[in-house]
Nanobody, 125 residues
Framework: QLQLVESGGGLVQPGGSLRISCTVS????????IGWFRQAPGKEREGLLC????????DYAESVKDRFSISRDNANKKVDLQMNSLKSEDTAVYYC??????????????????WGQGTQVTVYS
């Protein structure tokens, strides 16, 4: 079973950028799709982006579509989330997950499992 660990969260000012990573173990990253999610205090977990095993991107949230991007490095078993033009409303715990054993990004977020522990991103002025 895949294990996922997020890293790279921190504090950033509005308008700034941050890159967070999801490191995968327990299987070959190039076989599976990986998605990024977030959960803000008092809110439900929100799907953001997913990348398929063929580097096809699926967007789950309009609010980040033009500001966030996703990329994968199969050799280093990492999937990164690049976040630009950050806003205070982007403050949340960010999680990665996989719809393991699926290699394509699903329409339904219910297929995601193998969750990481999350990394905190705080956008403050």
């Amino acid at each position: 079973q895949l294990q996922l660990v997020e890293s790279g969260g921190g504090l950033v000012q509005p308008g700034g950028s941050l890159r967070i990573s999801c490191t995968v173990s327990g299987g070959r990253l190039d076989y599976y799709a990986i998605g990024w999610f977030r959960q803000a205090p008092g809110k439900e977990r929100e799907g953001l982006l997913c990348i398929s095993y063929r580097d096809e991107r699926t967007d789950y949230a309009e609010s980040v579509k033009d500001r966030f991007s996703i990329s994968r490095d199969n050799a280093n078993k990492k999937v990164d989330l690049q976040m630009n033009s950050l806003k205070s409303e982007d403050t949340a715990v960010y999680y990665c997950a996989s719809p393991y054993p699926r290699s394509q990004c699903p329409e339904s977020l219910a297929y995601f499992r193998s969750w990481g522990q999350g990394t905190q991103v705080t956008v403050y002025s």
